[in-house]
Each structure stands twice: as C-alpha cells, then as structure tokens.
C-alpha cells in the first residue's frame, strides 16, 4: 500500500523563499541566492504548479470535466497534474510513454494512480502522434487536453506568476529548461533589464530557443540565452560528479537538489563563475524549480 499522506496539503505559497548561496569559490563580489519553489507543496513542488494551475482553472470553467495530459513514467508533471486534479475534484488521464510503465509501474506512476488518475500506456509513436492525440480527443469528449509539459499559454501565463517572487534589485535570473516554458514566462515578467539564463539538462538543448522565441514579442526578446553545456551525458542522466555535487551542495547550503534539472543548473552557474561570465557586483537568483520527491 502506498502512502498518499500530505498530498492534500495546501499548496503554501507563502513558503517561497530567497536563500544565500554559499560557495568558497565564489568570488567576493559576486551575489547568489536561490528561489525556493521547491518549498510550495511536498509532492506538487517548484514549477509544475505554476504551468497548471491556469489549465485546471480554465478547464472547470469551461465545463470540461476532466483533464488529459502526456508524461514520462517518472513524469513530475503527471504527478502534479493528479495531485492538483484530485484537489480540485477533477477527473484526470495521463497517457504515459512507452508501455514498459504498464509491466513495471515506477513509483510516480503508483502515486498517480493512488490519487485516482487513470493511465493509458502508449507506445513510442503513438504518443507524439497527432492523429493519436485527435483519437484520444474523441474517445474522452468531455477531456481537457493538457500538452506534455504543461507547455500552453496557460502553463506560460501561470509562470509569469513566478515573476512577482523576485526582486528588482538581481541583475541574472538561471533556471533550468526542459520544455521552455516557465522560461518563457519569466522572460515575459521579467523587467527587460534582467538578464535570464537557462540551462538545458539534455545534449542539444539549444534547440529550444526556438520554442521560446515564437512567444515573446519582439521587445521581449532580448537578454536571455539558452545553455546545453552541462548535461552530464544526457537527459536524466546520473553519475558520481553529479551526485557528489549534490551531496556538497547540501551540506554547505542545507537545501537539496534534484539530479535532473536544477543540479545541472547548479554546475552551469558556478561554472560560468569561475569562467568570469558574470560581471562585478552581479547579483545572481537561481530558481529552485523542484523535482524532488
Ligand atoms: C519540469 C521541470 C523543469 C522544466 O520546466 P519547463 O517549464 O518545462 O522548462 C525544470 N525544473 C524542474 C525541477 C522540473 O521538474
């Protein structure tokens, strides 16, 4: 039996904080703190309430009584999305890649289906097929279709939210990117004068500017970059240097972060530190998006 204890917690965001940073090789001119939406909610932590919230709203008011979306087997946004939906009194599917989740369910998906999502496992093209999305729209009519991700206007809408956390006074604000959207949403909030960074957690990962430019409107696309230089062998993958980053990283700062966005983050920022990237008297915000459970 598994446990589903505090998962109908309040989602507190009045728990959101701004820590140091500390590192003995930063230099002494040199500012970094940390945003600390990892702390909203034990289960629904960091970014992935931001990008629903704004899908659940719409869809109840709309009348649709369900909500449908995409993810891996070890999908935060699935767990999110059945967390959130079960609050809202909601019915929700999650179409899971790959069938191996249907052998062998992961624990995300054993949590999803505790808090009373249904799951439909598909296979490698069916998933990203849009023929299969039309099939599921017409054999759920009354489902709200939720792209993988979040990654909707209202999942970018609802990361703008983020923006009123963080203060005017932080020259560079560093996330990690793995859709693009709360990027996006950033980018819009953010008084032009930030510079924002992303850091993209799998080989390649350059090639989401491109979706993160179609959104912004052109005074808005200026002073951001996208990085793909610290991914550690790829998305999602683990090895000692990462781990041993981790286990440093909280035992110096006492705040603990997860080995598939924000610690490759992480490395990138102080990378680029050392690299002397950043100017004198930069004050730096990295955003602790969550992923951990
Ligand atoms: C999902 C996730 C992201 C990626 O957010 P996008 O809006 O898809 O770019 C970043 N960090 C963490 C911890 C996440 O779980």
Redesign the pocket.
């Known amino acids: 039996m598994i446990s589903t204890s505090g998962n109908m917690d309040t989602i507190n965001t009045a728990l959101i904080s701004i820590d140091p940073i500390y590192s003995a090789e930063y230099p002494e001119n040199i500012q970094v703190c940390m945003l600390r939406l990892d702390k909203i909610h034990r289960w629904v932590s960091?970014?992935?309430w931001f990008?629903l919230f704004l899908n659940l709203e719409e869809a109840q008011r709309w009348g649709w009584d369900t909500v449908l979306s995409f993810g891996g087997a070890h999908s935060?946004?699935l767990l999110a999305l059945a967390s959130i939906a079960m609050r809202k009194g909601i019915k929700a599917i999650g179409v899971v890649r790959g069938l191996h989740g249907q052998v062998k369910p992961t624990q995300t998906l054993q949590l999803c289906t505790a808090w009373g999502m249904q799951l439909i496992y598909a296979d490698r093209t069916q998933y990203g097929d849009r023929d299969y999305h039309a099939e599921l729209q017409t054999r759920y009519p009354n489902a709200f279709l939720i792209p993988e991700?979040?990654?909707n206007e209202y999942?970018r809408k609802g990361?703008e939210s983020i923006a009123q956390w963080i203060p005017a006074h932080f020259s560079h604000v560093c996330?990690?990117?793995?859709?693009?959207?709360?990027?996006t949403g950033l980018r819009r909030a953010l008084p032009i004068t930030t510079q924002l960074l992303g850091f993209a957690p799998m080989k390649g990962g350059k090639y989401l500017a491109e979706h993160i430019r179609p959104y912004l409107t052109p005074e808005k696309d200026t002073q951001w970059k996208i990085w793909d230089d610290w991914h550690m062998g790829g998305f999602g993958k683990i090895n000692a240097l990462l781990l041993q980053f981790i286990q440093q990283f909280e035992a110096i700062n006492h705040i603990t972060l997860?080995p598939?966005?924000?610690s490759k983050m992480m490395i990138g920022v102080n990378s680029l530190i050392q690299q002397g990237y950043f100017p004198p008297h930069a004050r730096i915000l990295c955003i602790h998006?969550?992923?951990l459970r």
């Open positions: 960091g970014n992935k990008k935060n946004h991700g979040g990654a999942g990361s996330c990690a990117v793995g859709t693009g959207t709360m990027f997860d598939v966005y924000t998006s969550g992923g």
